[in-house]
């Protein structure tokens, strides 16, 4: 059964600080990634998707990268800002089933002014 | 453009109570999921759908039912509502699985007195 784990649970950083969140996973055998944000009461918003063929991706002052065989994933957030605050989940998808991804259980970020 | 609509945003149930929960989406999307959210245990995939007419299950089914009678809709049923189905529950679609990113309604909040 794949699990899926995020490290650290909180983090609380400065603003201007440049961040790595964690994610890894125990099953190598994934269709794809994908990390995820949610604010407060609200619904998850996709970030990045990340294929297994593909090392990472980009958007902005993110950059995602995988390393599928040692079963890791990390978000590097730069410059980071007090919008940035929320809850970060990542999200891989098993290679056999269609749309059964596994989430982990989220890092959530404040960032001080 | 709406995106991924649930209704209702809120809803007390007293235990053995039934209800439906609607989630609608205007992509043209084939997937659709439900996910439930619990505090320590991240997103569970509940039910979910490839097509219209079609369901299949997820990690944790029990209890629920579900129904993609249009494309564009997806019905998430509690037949007899239980206190441990107290949860936020969320619904996604996607246009296909492991190639494009998923898109989240802003959640539903049940309690189950």
């Known amino acids: 059964k794949q699990e899926v784990t995020q490290i650290p649970a909180a983090l609380s950083v400065p603003e201007g600080e440049n961040l790595v969140l964690n994610c890894s996973f125990t099953?190598?055998?994934?269709?794809?990634l994908q990390w995820f944000r949610q604010d407060p009461g609200k619904g998850l918003t996709s970030l990045l998707l990340i294929q297994s063929s593909q090392r990472e991706q980009t958007s902005g002052r993110l950059n995602a990268s995988l390393d599928k065989s040692s079963g890791r994933s990390t978000l590097y957030i730069a410059a980071s800002q007090p919008g940035d605050s929320a809850t970060y989940l990542c999200?891989?998808?098993?290679?056999?089933?269609?749309?059964?991804?596994?989430f982990g259980d989220g890092t959530t970020l404040t960032v001080k002014p | 453009n709406a995106g991924v609509t649930q209704t209702p945003k809120f809803r007390v149930l007293k235990t053995g109570q039934s209800m439906t929960l609607l989630c609608a989406q205007d992509m043209n999307h084939e997937y659709m999921y439900w996910y439930r959210q619990d505090p320590g245990m991240g997103l569970r995939l509940i039910h979910y759908s490839v097509g219209e007419g079609t369901t299949a299950k997820g990690e944790v089914p029990d209890g629920y039912n579900v129904s993609r009678l249009k494309k564009q809709n997806f019905l998430l049923g509690l037949e007899s509502a239980a206190p441990s189905q107290t949860s936020v529950y969320f619904c996604a679609s996607s246009w296909w699985t492991g190639t494009t990113e998923a898109f989240f309604g802003q959640g539903t909040r049940l309690t189950v007195v």
């Open positions: 099953d190598s055998a994934i269709y794809n």
């Open positions: 999200a891989v998808e098993r290679d056999t089933n269609a749309g059964k991804s596994t």
